[in-house]
């Protein structure tokens, strides 16, 4: 939950740059380093004002002397492995261009890029009172709900899939083609650095994920690649990345915008689909319930109101025209093989001890287990039993 300041800043420093700049944010201001999940009530978490989830970008809850909540996001302090990770500024720039559509998002107040303030960049945004839904089976919601639920998380997103991103003014945000290669090249990169990172105690290495040259080479492949698409992404669009309303079943936010760019839509679909690839019979890995989502609810028939696999597909595609069911397949190993990265990633920032998060080190030993799911789905692929549409 949230808690006392794990990173600290200069809070006179940063009242003095919103009482020049947001003169809106009333000081003196309250603050408090929490994470994004922690931010929202559920019926299992009550709201407290450092985000104990967040594993990149420390976020904060500043209150203004008048009541007001904002949330405040910036870059993590020391060296960074990345020089294309915690990039705030592209965070904020996408969610003030979305600000005019019919994506929701929250308002933005101002970025701050300079590091003479509180230490590195930041920007702040509203605070968005809703609810924030950690487990996407949606307990302790009607069966109607949880229908719509699903639902609107996939018509939110389509929404934000069919956004001009021209007309917007993000034409410059990423690169319009080539989205899979890129991804392939980049992770190439990220992981050698990652995985050299030294444990601060022990000076051992992060070490390597499991058959990474080989996936690397089979996800090259262009006769396994499927067709190059371009719209805006989110990188890591789910459920627990979405603010829901306080009583009725609609998305009113979406959060967390690190790794947005101009890529594929099929991968945010993966994400949004990843429950029903972790409770697949063929996931006979055993991987911590924090780092996923629920396996046995999303069983076929398990939960009642809760959606399957084919209708949330074909809800995306009624709503886009993208018929992406026949993507998926590889979709979801380059999904899995993506998240072995991602918490390679976690790991090394837990050895430098730069992780934002308490549970920095849990999600870190997931790498090598991600990275055997992943190689599976490679494998099934690859024999031909996992090249069908769903």
């Given at each position: 939950?949230?808690?006392?300041?794990?990173?600290?800043?200069?809070l006179k420093?940063l009242e003095?740059?919103v009482?020049?700049?947001v003169?809106?944010?009333?000081?003196?201001?309250?603050?408090?380093?929490?994470?994004v999940?922690?931010?929202y009530?559920t019926?299992?978490?009550?709201?407290?004002?450092?985000f104990?989830?967040?594993q990149?970008?420390p976020?904060?809850?500043?209150?203004?002397?008048?009541g007001?909540?904002?949330?405040?996001?910036?870059?993590?302090?020391?060296k960074?492995?990345?020089?294309?990770?915690?990039?705030?500024?592209?965070?904020?720039?996408?969610?003030?261009?979305?600000?005019?559509?019919?994506?929701?998002v929250?308002?933005t107040y101002?970025l701050?890029?300079?590091?003479?303030?509180?230490?590195?960049?930041?920007?702040?945004?509203s605070?968005?009172?809703g609810?924030?839904?950690?487990?996407?089976?949606?307990?302790?919601?009607s069966?109607?709900?949880?229908?719509?639920?699903?639902?609107d998380?996939?018509?939110t997103?389509?929404?934000?899939?069919?956004?001009?991103?021209?007309?917007?003014?993000?034409d410059?945000?990423?690169?319009?083609?080539?989205?899979?290669?890129?991804?392939?090249?980049?992770?190439?990169?990220?992981?050698?650095?990652?995985?050299?990172?030294l444990?601060?105690?022990?000076?051992?290495?992060?070490?390597?994920?499991?058959?990474?040259?080989?996936m690397?080479?089979?996800?090259?492949?262009?006769?396994?690649?499927?067709?190059?698409?371009?719209?805006?992404?989110?990188g890591?669009?789910?459920?627990?990345?979405?603010v829901?309303?306080?009583?009725?079943p609609?998305?009113?936010?979406i959060?967390?915008?690190?790794?947005?760019?101009?890529?594929?839509?099929?991968?945010?679909?993966?994400?949004?689909?990843?429950?029903?690839s972790?409770?697949s019979?063929?996931?006979?890995?055993?991987?911590?319930?924090?780092?996923?989502?629920a396996?046995?609810?999303?069983?076929?028939g398990?939960?009642?109101g809760?959606?399957?696999?084919?209708?949330?597909?074909?809800?995306?595609?009624?709503?886009?025209g993208?018929?992406?069911?026949?993507?998926?397949?590889?979709?979801?190993?380059?999904?899995?093989?993506r998240?072995?990265?991602?918490?390679?990633g976690?790991?090394?920032?837990?050895?430098?001890?730069?992780?934002?998060?308490?549970?920095a080190?849990?999600?870190?030993?997931?790498?090598?287990?991600?990275?055997e799911?992943a190689w599976?789905?490679v494998?099934?692929?690859?024999?031909?039993?996992?090249?069908?549409?769903?």
């Amino acid at each position: 939950m949230a808690g006392p300041v794990r990173q600290p800043i200069d809070l006179k420093a940063l009242e003095r740059y919103v009482d020049q700049h947001v003169p809106e944010i009333k000081t003196p201001l309250d603050l408090k380093q929490v994470s994004v999940t922690e931010l929202y009530e559920t019926e299992k978490w009550l709201t407290q004002p450092q985000f104990g989830f967040g594993q990149s970008n420390p976020t904060y809850q500043i209150t203004s002397v008048d009541g007001n909540r904002y949330v405040m996001r910036k870059k993590p302090p020391g060296k960074l492995l990345s020089k294309t990770a915690h990039q705030v500024d592209r965070e904020f720039r996408i969610i003030h261009a979305l600000e005019d559509t019919d994506v929701p998002v929250p308002k933005t107040y101002c970025l701050c890029e300079d590091d003479s303030v509180i230490g590195t960049a930041f920007y702040i945004m509203s605070f968005l009172d809703g609810r924030f839904i950690t487990e996407p089976h949606f307990p302790g919601v009607s069966p109607e709900d949880r229908t719509e639920m699903w639902h609107d998380a996939v018509r939110t997103l389509a929404k934000f899939h069919k956004v001009n991103y021209s007309k917007v003014g993000l034409d410059s945000f990423g690169r319009h083609y080539g989205f899979y290669d890129r991804q392939i090249k980049t992770f190439g990169t990220i992981s050698k650095a990652q995985a050299a990172a030294l444990d601060a105690d022990t000076k051992e290495p992060v070490g390597d994920i499991p058959h990474f040259q080989d996936m690397v080479n089979f996800f090259s492949d262009k006769s396994q690649q499927p067709k190059d698409r371009s719209t805006l992404i989110h990188g890591d669009y789910k459920i627990d990345n979405l603010v829901f309303h306080k009583t009725e079943p609609r998305v009113i936010g979406i959060l967390d915008w690190e790794m947005a760019t101009i890529g594929h839509p099929l991968s945010d679909i993966v994400n949004l689909t990843g429950p029903w690839s972790w409770s697949s019979k063929n996931n006979k890995l055993e991987i911590a319930s924090r780092t996923t989502s629920a396996k046995a609810e999303f069983e076929p028939g398990a939960t009642p109101g809760l959606p399957s696999l084919e209708q949330v597909v074909q809800w995306y595609t009624e709503e886009t025209g993208y018929d992406v069911a026949k993507d998926l397949g590889w979709g979801s190993a380059f999904g899995g093989f993506r998240g072995a990265v991602i918490m390679q990633g976690i790991a090394a920032r837990y050895a430098q001890r730069q992780a934002s998060s308490a549970s920095a080190m849990e999600y870190g030993s997931q790498m090598k287990p991600y990275g055997e799911w992943a190689w599976s789905c490679v494998e099934r692929l690859k024999d031909g039993s996992g090249k069908a549409k769903l």
